[in-house]
């Protein structure tokens, strides 16, 4: 970002502002958790700010796993939001194995996707990045608090998940996406090249034009 934006705006980290806690991150929807980022930094300690929240979105998994994409191997079986079931409270995919809700164990995530994919032929699927952006338009008449502004952006990548891993760059699922009109994963290309592509390269140029324009 402060490569793209370069000395017109001041972009700073949030060691900077001296955040250190571990930012909530509740939401079902992936605008949802970027807001909550990102009110969490403005009401804290008021400074415009911006937060994203990304997901792998699987058409043939009716969009799973989303919003839970980073904990997917995490949560196991179907059960309700908010439901108990004997071996423990179900999250909103299912029972939350002794891994931990917040594990974000990439190799067991992709084990599982690739598990539930196997006898599958669609195997469509899209990166989605949502940017939030927090701004302070004006304070109130009466002097008592400021007004927020909210702006959302999004990127999106369109691709198919591989049958098997391919690739040593990236993160997360990388390995096993291959993005639309290329003939190898998001792994096995170098980071300018998946940054020029990107779901979150594309939200954050949508960023950026808006903080320029």
Request: aromatic share 6%; proline share 6%.
């Given at each position: 970002?402060?490569?793209?934006?370069?000395?017109?705006?001041?972009?700073?980290?949030?060691?900077?502002?001296?955040?250190?806690?571990?930012?909530?991150?509740?939401?079902?929807?992936?605008?949802?958790?970027?807001?909550?980022?990102?009110?969490?930094?403005?009401?804290?300690?008021?400074?415009?700010?911006?937060?994203?929240?990304?997901?792998?979105?699987?058409?043939?998994?009716?969009?799973?796993?989303?919003?839970?994409?980073?904990?997917?191997?995490?949560?196991?079986?179907?059960?309700?939001?908010?439901?108990?079931?004997?071996?423990?409270?179900?999250?909103?995919?299912?029972?939350?194995?002794?891994?931990?809700?917040?594990?974000?164990?990439?190799?067991?995530?992709?084990?599982?996707?690739?598990?539930?994919?196997?006898?599958?032929?669609?195997?469509?699927?899209?990166?989605?990045?949502?940017?939030?952006?927090?701004?302070?338009?004006?304070?109130?008449?009466?002097?008592?608090?400021?007004?927020?502004?909210?702006?959302?952006?999004?990127?999106?990548?369109?691709?198919?998940?591989?049958?098997?891993?391919?690739?040593?760059?990236?993160?997360?699922?990388?390995?096993?996406?291959?993005?639309?009109?290329?003939?190898?994963?998001?792994?096995d290309m170098t980071a300018e090249q998946k940054n020029g592509i990107s779901h979150r390269g594309r939200a954050t140029a949508k960023l950026a034009d808006y903080l320029l324009k």
């Amino acid at each position: 970002m402060r490569q793209i934006l370069g000395d017109r705006v001041e972009v700073l980290s949030l060691k900077d502002i001296g955040c250190d806690v571990d930012i909530p991150e509740t939401g079902q929807t992936l605008e949802e958790n970027a807001l909550q980022k990102a009110h969490y930094v403005y009401d804290h300690y008021h400074i415009d700010c911006f937060a994203d929240d990304t997901g792998l979105e699987v058409e043939a998994l009716n969009g799973a796993p989303g919003v839970y994409s980073a904990r997917y191997a995490s949560m196991e079986g179907v059960g309700p939001i908010g439901s108990i079931s004997p071996i423990g409270p179900i999250g909103p995919i299912g029972p939350i194995s002794p891994i931990g809700p917040m594990s974000h164990d990439s190799e067991a995530n992709m084990a599982r996707l690739l598990r539930e994919l196997a006898d599958k032929d669609n195997r469509k699927a899209r990166f989605r990045t949502v940017i939030a952006l927090i701004q302070k338009k004006d304070i109130c008449p009466c002097g008592c608090s400021s007004i927020k502004q909210e702006h959302l952006f999004e990127g999106i990548v369109n691709g198919e998940i591989t049958r098997q891993r391919s690739g040593a760059e990236g993160f997360g699922y990388d390995p096993i996406f291959r993005p639309e009109g290329f003939d190898h994963t998001f792994a096995d290309m170098t980071a300018e090249q998946k940054n020029g592509i990107s779901h979150r390269g594309r939200a954050t140029a949508k960023l950026a034009d808006y903080l320029l324009k």
